[in-house]
C-alpha cells in the first residue's frame, strides 16, 4: 500500500486541541491525512465554530475519536494525562496505535499500560520546540513501546510532513534526557524573570543589560513567560530527574554567590575553571577554539575519540544580529504606540556612537556561572543531549555559555565583576532568592504554587511579549540548525 493509498484509509485522531493540538491537526491535514480532533466536551461548539471549514473533522469527545481513528495523539498536558486516558482509553479502536504528546513520559507510560487493552498498540510522540517554531529539522522524538517495526514504519510516514529529524528513545530516556536539556534552562529563566520583576524593573530600562549576551537572556526569558505555565510545570514537577537538577541549579547559584559576597577571589575563579574544563575541555588559560568537545567511543568501545563542534554563537558580531533585531522590534512597538523595549528606540547614543558600540558594563553573569557549574557537578554532559534531541532554547543557552567560557580574559572578568562591581549585586540577590523559590516549588511538587510564581511574573512583563518574541524568532533560526 502506498502513502497515498495510507491516507484514503487511515485515519489519525488529535484528543486535546490546544497549541501543540491545532499544530499537529493542521500539519498532518495539509499533508492529506484525515484528521478527527477533539477538546473537552464542553468546547464542542466553540471548536466547531472556529475549525469551521478547515478540513479537520470535529467530534464530540475522545470516545468518538478512539473508536474511529488509527492512529490516536494524547496531546493534554501532562497532570491530567491519567485522567484523560482513564476515561477515553477503553474506547481505542482494535489494533490502533496510540500516542502522547506530553513532555514528561513518566505518567503517561503509566496511563497507557494501565488503561489501554492489550490489542492496541503503544508507540509515543514528542515534538522537542513550542508551537510557533518551524518544526523542519528539530528533534521529533518517537518512542516504540509496545508495537511491532510496521507501525513504527506507519508512524513515521505520517509524521513525514513535520519535516523533522525522528530521534529513537525509550520512555525511561526520553525523561532524562528532556530533564537535562529542558529542566534547569527553564529553571535559569524563570529565575531571572522572576528576580527582574521583585526588583520592579523592566531590565532593559536599568541600563545595566546591553549587548548580545543580555539581550539572548532577556528575550528568551519574556519567551517563556509569553507561553502557558503548564508547559513547563509538568516536566518540572513530574520529572524526578528535574526535580535533582533544579535544586542543584538553585544550590550551584547560592554556593557561588557566597563567594562572591565573601569576595574570596582565588576559590570562585577554582570553581568556575574546574566547571569550565570539565563541560568544555579547555585549560585553564586556553582560548577556546570551537565549541565545546564531543565525546564519542569507536566501534568496540575501546576508547574515547574527543572531537571539536563549531560554536553555536560564535562571535561578536552573530550577538550584533540580535541587538539589531531587537532595537527594530521595540521601534516596531514604539511605532504602534507601545514604547520602547528591549535594545532601546534610538540607534545611536549621544555621542553619535552606535549603541552596540558602547562600552558594555561588567556583569557575573551569575546564571551562565550557575548552570555551568551545576552540569559539571552532576556529570551532565550538554553536548550530547544537544545532539540527541535540544531545543531551539536549549541551543541557545549553551551558545551563551560557550561565549562566555570560551575566552578565559572573558570569564575572569565576569568574575571580577561578580566579586568587586556592586552595580548588578541587588539583582544577583534577586537572583538567588527566586533561584531557591523555584527549586522550593519544584521539591513540593505543587501545580498551583507553579502556576501562581509563573503568572504573577508573566503579568509583569505582558507588555513586552510581542518584541520579545519577534527578537526570540530570530536567535532560534540561527541557531535552529544542529552543528555538524
Not at 491545532?22 to 478527527?36: F, S
Request: with cysteine; aromatic share 10%.
Amino acid at each position: 500500500m502506498t502513502t497515498q493509498d495510507e491516507k484514503e484509509v487511515i485515519e489519525v485522531g488529535i484528543i486535546g486541541m490546544g497549541d501543540m493540538g491545532k499544530l499537529y491537526a493542521h500539519t498532518l491535514q495539509r499533508a492529506g491525512w484525515k484528521v478527527n480532533v477533539c477538546d473537552r466536551p464542553e468546547n464542542y461548539k466553540s471548536l466547531s465554530q472556529e475549525l469551521k471549514g478547515s478540513g479537520l473533522n470535529v467530534l464530540k469527545d475522545g470516545h468518538q475519536v478512539s473508536r474511529q481513528s488509527d492512529y490516536i495523539i494524547y496531546s493534554v498536558e501532562a497532570a491530567f494525562i491519567d485522567s484523560v486516558v482513564a476515561q477515553y482509553g477503553p474506547s481505542t479502536k482494535v489494533g490502533a496505535i496510540v500516542a502522547g504528546q506530553t513532555s514528561v513520559k513518566a505518567p503517561e507510560k503509566e496511563a497507557f499500560e494501565k488503561y489501554l487493552a492489550d490489542d492496541v498498540h503503544i508507540l509515543s510522540c514528542h515534538s522537542m520546540h513550542g508551537p510557533t517554531i518551524d518544526p523542519t529539522d528539530q528533534p521529533l522524538i518517537l518512542i516504540q513501546h509496545r508495537a511491532p517495526d510496521e507501525k513504527l514504519r506507519l508512524v513515521e510516514r505520517i509524521m513525514s510532513c513535520f519535516k523533522s529529524r525522528y530521534v529513537y528513545l525509550t520512555y525511561d530516556e526520553h525523561d532524562r534526557v528532556t530533564a537535562n536539556t529542558q529542566a534547569v534552562t527553564h529553571a535559569a529563566f524563570l529565575s531571572m524573570g522572576t528576580a527582574w520583576k521583585c526588583s520592579n524593573q523592566y531590565p532593559w530600562d536599568s541600563g545595566l543589560y546591553r549587548g548580545g549576551i543580555e539581550m539572548v537572556k532577556i528575550n528568551i526569558c519574556l519567551r517563556i513567560y509569553s507561553n502557558k505555565w503548564h508547559v513547563y510545570a509538568g516536566l518540572a514537577l513530574l520529572n524526578p530527574s528535574a526535580k535533582i537538577q533544579v535544586t542543584q541549579y538553585a544550590q550551584s547559584s547560592t554556593d557561588l554567590f557566597k563567594l562572591m559576597v565573601a569576595e574570596k577571589e582565588e576559590e570562585l575563579i577554582k570553581r568556575v575553571f574546574e566547571a569550565r574544563k570539565g563541560i568544555f575541555g579547555w585549560e585553564d588559560e586556553e582560548e577556546g577554539e570551537g565549541g565545546g568537545q564531543r565525546r564519542s567511543s569507536n566501534r568496540d568501545a575501546s576508547e574515547v575519540i574527543i572531537t571539536r563542534r563549531k560554536p553555536i554563537l560564535m562571535s561578536d558580531k552573530l550577538l550584533d544580529r540580535f541587538n539589531f533585531a531587537a532595537r527594530k522590534a521595540a521601534q516596531l512597538q514604539a511605532a504602534n504606540g507601545h514604547g520602547g523595549g528591549a535594545g532601546g528606540e534610538e540607534d545611536h547614543d549621544g555621542e553619535g556612537r552606535r549603541e552596540e558600540e558602547k562600552p558594555q558594563p561588567p556583569n557575573s553573569h551569575l546564571s551562565l556561572l550557575a548552570i555551568v557549574d551545576c552540569w559539571h557537578i552532576l556529570g551532565i554532559d550538554p553536548y550530547a543531549h544537544l545532539d540527541l534531541a535540544a531545543t531551539p532554547i536549549f541551543r541557545v543557552w549553551i551558545g551563551v555559555c560557550e561565549y562566555l567560557f570560551r575566552s578565559p580574559v572573558r570569564l575572569r572578568e565576569s568574575i571580577r565583576a561578580a566579586l568587586y562591581d556592586h552595580d548588578f549585586r541587588s539583582d544577583d540577590t534577586e537572583f538567588i532568592v527566586a533561584a531557591r523559590g523555584w527549586a522550593q516549588a519544584v521539591q513540593f511538587g505543587n501545580f498551583e504554587l507553579y502556576q501562581q510564581r509563573f503568572e504573577e511574573t508573566s503579568t509583569f512583563f505582558e507588555p513586552r511579549f510581542e518584541e520579545a518574541n519577534i527578537v526570540g524568532s530570530e536567535m532560534l533560526k540561527v541557531v535552529a540548525v544542529p552543528s555538524p
